[in-house]
């Protein structure tokens, strides 16, 4: 398929109203998920000149973003600054501070408004009534910086975000930083599974995911650039689990398994992962999926959420 069949596809799919005007069945609408899932998969989601990107459509569609709260938004953003926004401010300035193109679209003072508002969200008496387990910790500058950049506006980007860290992982920012260290361990035990010896080589040297993999699996690789193979990269995040993101990063230490067994120093390679390359990282992660016993694969798929 060209790019802009691709393109034309997705749009159709997207559609919420069937060829000949008549809403979708619900088997419809599953159906035409499942579609769009495997297309992100085998395809990508395609950027066509001329016309607008469909990636925030789709994220919103996986998110299940149907509706935007702007009174809300608008009150938690009159509130002003958090009792977070010293560490807030210590972290936005330098927030994928070498990618111009991210600079260029995304200024330091949306980043500080969107998680300033975020903080009163989960501060506030509803939230706090449920006994909400997190706050700010460094680290969501990062997770927010993709949807800054990929929706349209503040208010899509501030409800996706909310959606993703309160459903998506809230256990990757509890103070303790809890589901982080859970998905470091899981990296370990898979890598022992699909690469013993790989495993064993970063092993003899101390090198436990705690030590290399820290930033990629707390950022689900957002702190690799280029922005552009991020986007790709949650693209199939979202569309499929971002529990997948710990065999996205072991796939880049597949990628690299040569350079990383002759080297007397396996730690000077991993201190700086190669530019992320989305594509090939997919296609490693969807074959790994098969070599993880069922038991890990159902603790891998929890543990951003529920421990």
């Known amino acids: 398929m060209t790019k802009l069949e691709v393109y034309d596809t997705l749009s159709s799919l997207l559609n919420p109203l069937a060829l000949g005007g008549k809403h979708r069945s619900t088997a419809e609408i599953s159906d035409g998920l499942k579609k769009i899932r495997r297309m992100v998969l085998t395809e990508g989601i395609p950027d066509v000149s001329g016309k607008p990107s469909l990636r925030s459509k789709i994220w919103k569609l996986m998110l299940k973003v149907d509706n935007l709260n702007a009174e809300d938004y608008l009150r938690w953003v009159s509130m002003g600054p958090s009792s ?11 927030t994928l501070a070498t990618d111009t193109q991210f600079k260029g679209k995304v200024k330091e003072d949306m980043l500080i408004r969107l998680l300033e508002a975020f903080v009163w969200k989960i501060t506030s008496s509803e939230l706090e009534d449920e006994g909400q387990p997190f706050k700010y910790v460094q680290g969501m500058n990062v997770l927010s910086a993709p949807f800054l950049y990929a929706m349209p506006s503040q208010l899509e980007a501030f409800a996706c975000f909310s959606t ?62 280029p922005l552009e193979e991020v986007l790709k990269l949650w693209d199939f995040l979202l569309a499929f689990g971002i529990h997948l993101n710990v065999l996205c990063v072991i796939a880049q230490l ?32 969807v074959a790994l999926v098969k070599d993880i016993p069922e038991d890990l694969y159902r603790e891998l798929v929890i543990h951003p959420y529920s421990s």
Request: proline share 10%; hydrophobic share 40%.
């Open 84 to 94: 977070d926004s010293h560490k807030i401010k210590n972290d936005t300035f330098r």
């Open 164 to 225: 993703f860290i309160e459903n998506g992982c809230p256990l990757y920012v509890q103070p303790s930083l809890k589901g982080v260290h859970e998905g470091l361990k899981l990296l370990d035990r898979c890598l022992e599974i699909v690469d013993p010896e790989l495993y064993d080589k970063l092993a003899e040297k101390n090198l436990k995911a705690e030590i290399y993999a820290f930033p990629s699996v707390m950022t689900l690789c957002a702190c690799t650039p």
């Open 254 to 285: 597949l990628l690299i398994r040569q350079e990383l067994m002759d080297s007397p120093s396996p730690m000077k390679i991993l201190r700086t992962f190669p530019p992320l390359d989305a594509r090939p990282v997919i296609g490693v992660t």
